[in-house]
């Protein structure tokens, strides 16, 4: 029988692992995927795992946000929900870009399936 | 910390700050003339900083600007030490001579709508890579690195070929997953230290190091620079980068992204870690220098059964990455200063190598081996540029291949590793091969009839091309200013000064 104690530790854990299991999660749809799109959807998924890990490592159990108020004493540690915030948009930015190239590979490609990409690429190996 | 090991310097946040601002002023004037003039004018400033903070430097050791005027654990600060100074100069003196070369290269490699929206993203990677090297933030340094590495994105995808798309987007994902590593390693390190400012990390450190959680930040944060710094297994993306790029951004980007990166894998294993004897704790040294070598073998392999010369020339880079890991792996006052030197003259020396390369391709359109037959008959000054940075990758004496090669079998030797010097070595030889390829058909072919006449090359592109060459034959020669500026640096690191 699994030990009480040993269960609440590794739900309190829980915020974590809802990160590791998405980060997994995505990174895995970013390896397998051959869609270009899906692949994009994928490293979200990682990054918002990211996010997900940092903004529960700020956040305290009671704890308030960091204005000053009567009767609070517990306050949650902005810092690294700040930095997440620049980490947002920095997958913005990111996802942005890649769309934009997904968009433009259609264009002269037709196709966003890495596997028929490759081929149209290996037939053109080194003319220019 | 006394007063005297540090000066506070405004002209530090400057270097970042300037081609920052000056990206969105490209963007606004609308005209390709006007762009470029203004990121020649703000690269040519940015070295007159460089050189002004090196002086600072070498006066008092370091230079710090706290930003807003914030003390460093809570604000953040720019830290510019020995190390960072020399990777500054890199990237601002490669910054300064790709900007004239691109003008006519870029000319007519991208459509003239296009070009302002070109120079501003080359600001962009230019700022990026600078904000990297000064910070003395771990969080702000992510944020650097995203910048440089989003707008690289962007210039990689302007090449001619289509498939410059694909690999801008290959990239993009490598170097995402890359970052993204990055920052759960130092959000972890957060967990464990409660602070980001990399100063104050080092001094945590030992408290915390023998922990699982910071244990799982080294890699997270080693794995995720990999990446980025294109060290063996993880250079998937770099070969068709590189390829497909405009000639002036192969030329920029391969001259001092990686050495940036290399930079930040120094700051992790030496500074963030640097209190702690991370190389007895961990197999780290083993694995680095298994990943260095296989770097130096197999990606000279690669090389020489290239056709397409900047596919070579990217595969070649792989390699040399090898080194500049194997001189920081050994992590003795020598092997560092091989592994610093090396990312100095190996700037000169792919720059120079890219630069006349896409000289080549301006004026016959020509990449491939079979294209480039008897090339050095018809232009002889360029493809003279590109046989000193041949040498260069080779080592043969008087170049500055040769220096830091020597630095680094002198390392292995110091360290009674002699099957690791008889590898360099052996590793140089694999370089002839390539090199002599080139050499082979440039010059003891006849010129193919049919390929359409080369047109000149313009002394905007040959001038800096040249320049390069020549400072590479001069630090090959005279090695005294780098060796010692190197040296410098890894007794910095190696917590000596």
Known sequence: MIDFNTLIDWLGLFNDWIAIVLMMVGFYTVIAQHNLTKKVVGLNIFQVAVFVFYISMGKIEDGSAPILKDGVEIYSNPLPHVLILTAIVVGVATTALALALVVRIHHSYGTIEEDEIQVIEHGEEDIA | ?497
């Open chain 2, 1 to 497: 910390m006394s007063p005297a090991e540090f000066t506070s310097d405004p002209w530090l946040i400057l270097l970042v700050v300037v081609p920052l601002l000056a990206a969105p002023v490209c963007v606004m004037l609308r005209s390709a003339g006007g762009a470029w003039s203004v990121a020649t004018a703000v690269s040519w400033a940015v070295l007159a900083i460089a050189i002004k903070l090196l002086i600072t430097v070498l006066d008092h050791g370091q230079v710090v600007y706290r930003i807003g005027g914030w003390d460093a654990p809570w604000g953040i600060e720019y830290r510019l030490d020995p190390v960072g100074v020399f990777v500054v100069l890199i990237v601002a003196a490669i910054g300064a001579l790709v900007l004239p070369y691109a003008k006519r290269s870029v000319e007519k490699e991208i459509r003239r709508d296009r070009i302002y929206l070109f120079y501003a993203m080359l600001l962009l990677c230019l700022s990026g890579l600078l904000g990297i090297t000064v910070t003395g933030d771990a969080f702000n340094l992510f944020v650097f690195l995203e910048i440089s590495s989003l707008s690289s994105y962007v210039l990689i995808s302007l090449g001619q070929d289509r498939r410059a798309l694909t690999a801008a987007f290959r990239y993009l994902i490598m170097g995402t997953i890359g970052a993204t590593f990055y920052i759960i390693g130092i959000g972890l390190l957060y967990q464990m230290t409660g602070t980001l400012n990399i100063a104050d990390l080092k001094s945590i450190m030992p408290a915390v190091v023998d922990t699982r959680t910071v244990h799982a930040a080294l890699a997270f944060l080693t794995v995720g620079i990999s990446l980025k710094l294109a060290l063996f297994p993880l250079h998937l993306w770099l070969p068709n980068a590189y390829t497909f790029a405009p000639s002036a951004v192969t030329a920029f980007l391969a001259a001092t992204a990686t050495k940036v990166s290399a930079y930040v894998l120094l700051r992790i294993l030496f500074t963030l870690f640097g209190d702690v004897d991370l190389f007895a704790a961990f197999p780290l040294q083993e694995i680095l220098i298994a990943m260095a070598l296989a770097a130096m073998f197999l990606a000279s392999l690669s090389a020489i059964w290239q056709e397409n010369i900047k596919r070579m020339m990217a595969y070649s880079s792989i390699a040399q990455i090898g080194y500049i890991v194997l001189g920081i792996a050994l992590a003795t006052e020598t092997g560092l200063t091989g592994g610093i030197v090396h990312m100095f003259n190996h700037a000169l020396m792919k720059g120079a190598a890219f630069m006349s390369i896409g000289a080549i391709v301006f004026a016959t359109g020509a990449v491939t081996l079979q294209q480039l037959e008897g090339i050095g008959k018809r232009m002889p000054f360029t493809m003279a540029a590109f046989v000193v940075a041949g040498l260069g990758l080779v080592g043969i004496p008087l170049t500055p291949g040769f220096i830091s090669k020597w630095q680094l079998v002198t390392a292995a030797l110091e360290l009674d590793m002699w099957p690791l010097a008889a590898l360099i070595l052996l590793s140089s030889l694999l370089a002839v091969i390539y090199v002599w390829r080139v050499f082979e058909v440039a010059y003891l072919r006849e010129p193919v009839i049919g390929i359409h006449k080369p047109q000149d090359v313009p002394l905007s592109m040959l001038i800096p091309t040249w320049g390069l060459a020549l400072a590479a034959l001069y630090f090959g020669s005279n090695a005294s200013f780098t060796l010692d500026l190197a040296h410098t640096a890894a007794r910095h690191l190696m917590g000596g000064l």
